[in-house]
T-cell receptor, first 114, second 113 residues
Framework: NAGVTQTPKFQVLKTGQSMTLQCAQDMNHNSMYWYRQDPGMGLRLIYYSASEGTTDKGEVPNGYNVSRLNKREFSLRLESAAPSQTSVYFC?????????????FGEGSRLTVL | AQSVSQHNHHVILSEAASLELGCNYSYGGTVNLFWYVQYPGQHLQLLLKYFSGDPLVKGIKGFEAEFIKSKFSFNLRKPSVQWSDTAEYFCAVSQHRDDKIIFGKGTRLHILP
């Protein structure tokens, strides 16, 4: 049972390049999330999806787009990367539509923007 | 919008000392509350959660937390810490019937052997 799988685990980009972080879960969860983790800032919510076909902005959505491709997959896209987007990105999923369950996290994707 | 404040950024304790980590949230309605832990090199995992009922919640590894509605607080406690508790601890909140989960900035706990 893989849980939440993120790819790639590491990525280096130049300013202005684009890329997509992929996330897939095999737990049949309804809700999926993208967070970024920065030293001293904790985890900040970028976007989340309560169910297939819906997405909502979190605390720091600027510079990002998301796609809930199906129930399993939730991708995060950086259209024009900036050094401020250097971070560790975590995808997570949760069982219940109204978040009565815990979050299950992927192992993270470390992104460096030069 | 809801927010979460964790008062202690870095805590250093000796083994067997008692632990209390503060967490306050700002939202006047019904909330769900969580404490997560991140051990070095690992991703976050749930320690305990509160949805309703008994305000004293017990979690894994001997941790507990008390929800005090009047103080908008959900402090994490452990009577006697171990070296293996060295980790970063995050408080999180969501509004009732809402999938949006917001985390605090975390408290880095270092236990001296």
């Amino acid at each position: 049972n893989a849980g939440v799988t993120q790819t790639p685990k590491f990525q280096v980009l130049k300013t202005g390049q684009s890329m997509t972080l992929q996330c897939a879960q095999d737990m049949n969860h309804n809700s999926m999330y993208w967070y970024r983790q920065d030293p001293g800032m904790g985890l900040r919510l970028i976007y989340y999806s309560a169910s297939e076909g819906t997405t909502d902005k979190g605390e720091v959505p600027n510079g990002y787009n998301v796609s809930r491709l199906n129930k399993r997959e939730f991708s995060l896209r950086l259209e024009s990367a900036a050094p401020s987007q250097t971070s560790v990105y975590f995808c997570a999923s949760s069982e219940a539509s109204y978040n009565t369950g815990e979050l299950f996290f992927g192992e993270g994707s470390r992104l460096t923007v030069l | 919008a809801q927010s979460v404040s964790q008062h202690n950024h870095h805590v250093i304790l000796s083994e067997a000392a008692s632990l209390e980590l503060g967490c306050n949230y700002s939202y006047g309605g019904t909330v769900n509350l969580f404490w997560y832990v991140q051990y070095p090199g690992q991703h976050l995992q749930l320690l305990l959660k509160y949805f309703s009922g008994d305000p004293l919640v017990k979690g894994i590894k001997g941790f507990e937390a008390e929800f005090i509605k009047s103080k908008f607080s959900f402090n994490l406690r452990k009577p006697s810490v171990q070296w293996s508790d060295t980790a970063e601890y995050f408080c999180a909140v969501s509004q009732h019937r809402d999938d949006k989960i917001i985390f605090g900035k975390g408290t880095r706990l270092h236990i001296l052997p």
